[in-house]
């Protein structure tokens, strides 16, 4: 009866109401036996949203409608749902070859990188730091960050780690932002980066203790 409630609501405010409440418990309830019953009950509700919105703007839409659409393909990508995915990885790769011609709204930019990573982490993790380092748009570099930060390949992480504090590649004011993706991905990389500050700890009050302090 619930999910039938669901289904009734076609506003914009009640769906990003929805999505955020969800994708927070999709964090929380990540390491649960019952996370796959999760995953199946998000799909089940946003797959006809999806098939509505679609992937592309159509004429004369309302602006939060591509906010939705970022969030409806967001929160299937959330439940690994395998063509979705495949199709975001398509069409970051498309924007990667030739980003003029193939060009990603700004709403729907972030999302369609995280999904990607979800598809083919290694190659797209490469595409994303290539991004990055070449971009000269901050909101890009941004996205690139994030998503980089929500990689949940264990290997991975001590790189991403060295990338942020060493790399001399991440400003200082942009470090919290893989950080918090990397923690709130898997339970792994929460933990690489609480050893991390443990390990580190010195380090980390030389360099950053005054910004700290003033925040």
Known sequence: RLLTMFFSFAEYDVWQE???NLSALASIFRSEPFFEKLHRFIKKLYSRQFQT???EAKE???GRIGTLRATVISMLGIAQDHDVLKQAYD???SHKADPERVALAGDLRETVF????RHKEDLTYAALKDIYESSSFPEEQRNCLLVMG???DSARHAEMLEYVFNSGKVRSQDIAMPLGSLS???D???RAVWTHFKENFSMLQKNFGGMWAAV
Do not use: D, N, P
Request: charged letters at 20%; glycine letters at 16%.
């Open 91 to 93: 069409l970051f790769m």
């Open 53 to 55: 919105l679609g992937w």
């Open 114 to 117: 995280r999904c990607a990573l």
């Open 184 to 186: 709130g991905t898997t």
């Open 188 to 190: 792994e990389g929460a």
């Open 18 to 20: 929805i999505s955020e």
């Open 150 to 152: 929500s990689v949940k």
């Open 60 to 62: 004369g839409e309302a």
